[in-house]
């Protein structure tokens, strides 16, 4: 099923180096535009391998994602195979489920496999005849001055290839990004976090999902956190976030099953206990870090996508999103400028950094704040607060969450907007506090012995309202 491309054929050659999510959705956008693409992997050919190693096994699929799948045609064929998520259900310490809706009846997350989303890509990305993919291709080293890039193979030999853009779409710990680093004026900062996370599966029971299935299911426990998403296969993905000290204090089976009992103790006749017991064991926690840089490119010979331009935590379930967007983005910029790269990679840098550091910024902000206290109860009262608000002023008051996660508002535009937010609702309080006031000394003038009464249960209200809005 080969389809030609649109629009003339040019010679320019593409190398798209990573054949990861972001990768293989890029090698279509460039395929798509009649270049020459060819796609790097260090990795065999996944579509091929019997087990997939890496990262995490599903993830959050939102707006700004679906919108880059569907410019290329894939976000029906993806959609289709993910698992629909309407709300968030919290897990209280006893076992008490509420949910949350995440907005309107059509607002939902979808929960899909990393590694066939990754597949389809990749197999979308070959249907271009002007694309070629070279699995078991890692890259060793790359010259900003000639542009010419060297890989190594499994066997011990290399290739030497030369394109006229590189796009580095190779990860968090980007090899084309090693370059940028040399250079004079690049900004770079890196950031482990001290939790790790381990994945952990939830068997179907009788055949049945374990849990209700079209939910995004939290466990928030302050330090420690759980988060379990749903498979096709009518498993859940569970993943543990804990800070690495406490995932090393838990060293025997049975110490396993009191941790879970104290904290996810409805989860252990659902994964088994002795799966747990075996589970937790089989591998180490990984590690979660937050880049960023600046400029994401070289000249007119080379740009960063992806995590290789900005890993986030995933405490916003952005991370993928948010790379998939950078397709968009440098495909509109690419409109804009005719193609030119010697004027598109400057434009693209130029807005592209500022959202893509706001959104890195937010997921680490909202990992200090589940961290710092955010147990079932508040984080139900935080998300009914944020809903009343925008249910009293829909128009004026918009959860983060929403502006992130169902609408394509640039990300640094989303926390103006937020801190803008912020002060509206503060003011808001200050005149209902100031009117508070002086109606209390109406009265306290009218009808002295009555007042305390009133005053002080409002005092402490406002105390809880400040204490949320800080
Ligand atoms: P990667 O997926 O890392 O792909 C990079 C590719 O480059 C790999 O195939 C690798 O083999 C290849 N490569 C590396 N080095 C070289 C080299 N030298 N030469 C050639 N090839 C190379 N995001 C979401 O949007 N929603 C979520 O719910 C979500 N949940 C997450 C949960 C966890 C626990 C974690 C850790 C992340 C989560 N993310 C989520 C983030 C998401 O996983 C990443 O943002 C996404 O995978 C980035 O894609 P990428 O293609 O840029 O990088
Ligand atoms: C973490 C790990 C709930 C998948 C942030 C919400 C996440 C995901 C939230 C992972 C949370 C946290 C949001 C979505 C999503 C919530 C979000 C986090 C998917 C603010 C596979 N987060 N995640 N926020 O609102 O906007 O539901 O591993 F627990 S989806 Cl930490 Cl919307």
Redesign the pocket.
């Known amino acids: 099923m080969e389809k030609s491309a649109e629009g003339p054929a040019k010679k320019k050659v593409v190398a798209v180096v990573g054949g990861g999510l972001v990768g293989a959705l890029n090698a279509c956008f460039f395929a798509k535009r009649g270049f020459e693409v060819e796609v790097f992997e260090t990795r065999e050919d996944i579509r091929q391998a019997k087990v997939v190693k890496g990262r ?1 096994i ?3 699929l ?1 707006h700004r994602g679906r919108q880059a799948l569907k410019h290329v045609g894939m976000e029906e064929k993806i959609i289709s195979q993910g698992i629909p998520m309407h709300a ?1 259900m919290i897990h209280s310490p006893s076992g008490k489920q509420s949910p949350i809706p ?1 907005g309107k009846k059509g607002q939902y ?1 979808l929960s899909v496999d990393r590694a066939n989303l990754n597949k389809q890509l990749l197999t979308e990305a070959e249907t271009y005849p002007n694309t070629k993919l070279n699995f078991d291709h890692k890259l060793q080293d790359w010259s900003a001055e000639t542009g010419l890039m060297t890989f190594v193979r499994s066997d011990g030999s290399k290739d030497q290839i030369k394109a006229d853009l590189i796009v580095g779409c190779d990860g968090a710990f980007s090899a084309i990004r090693k370059q940028f680093l040399r250079r004079s004026r690049c900004n770079y900062s890196q950031t482990y976090i001290p939790h790790g996370y381990m994945e952990l599966t939830m068997p179907p029971i009788d055949g049945e999902f374990a849990m209700k299935p079209n939910y ?1 299911h ?1 466990w ?1 426990r302050n330090t420690f ?1 759980m ?1 379990a ?1 749903p498979n096709l296969d009518k498993t859940f993905t569970c ?1 543990l976030f804990m800070p690495f000290d406490d995932f090393e204090k838990i060293t025997t089976g049975d110490e396993v099953i009191e941790f879970f009992q104290k904290y996810f103790s409805d989860t252990i006749p659902l994964i088994g206990l002795d799966a747990l017991k075996r589970d937790y064991f089989r591998l180490p926690a990984l590690a979660m870090v937050s880049v960023k840089c600046s400029p994401y490119h070289i000249g007119d010979k080379c740009v960063l996508m992806g995590d290789a331009a900005h890993a986030v935590v ?4 952005q991370g993928m999103n948010a790379g998939f967007e950078d397709c968009i983005v440098f495909d509109e910029v690419m409109d804009q400028f005719n193609e030119d790269f010697s004027a598109v990679l400057p434009e693209y840098t130029r807005v592209r950094v500022p959202d893509d550091h706001a959104i890195a910024d937010l997921a680490m902000y ?1 990992y200090i704040e ?1 961290r710092a206290h955010v147990n079932s109860t508040w984080f139900l009262f935080r998300k009914h607060v944020d809903d009343f608000l925008h249910f009293l002023m829909p128009k004026t008051i918009i959860p983060l ?1 929403t502006m ?2 169902f609408t394509r508002t640039r990300y640094h535009k989303a926390v103006e907007r937020w801190h803008w937010q912020d002060k509206v609702i503060n003011r808001g309080l200050l005149f209902s506090a100031t009117g508070a006031v002086l109606g209390g000394s109406y009265l306290l003038i009218k009808n002295p012995p009555d007042i305390n009464k009133l005053i002080i249960p409002a005092e402490k209200l406002w105390n809880k309202v400040v204490a949320l809005r800080t």
């Open positions: 995490s599903n993830l959050a939102s968030r995440y997350i995004l939290i928030p956190m988060i998403l993943t995933p405490f916003y379930g909202n589940m969450y992130v996660t």
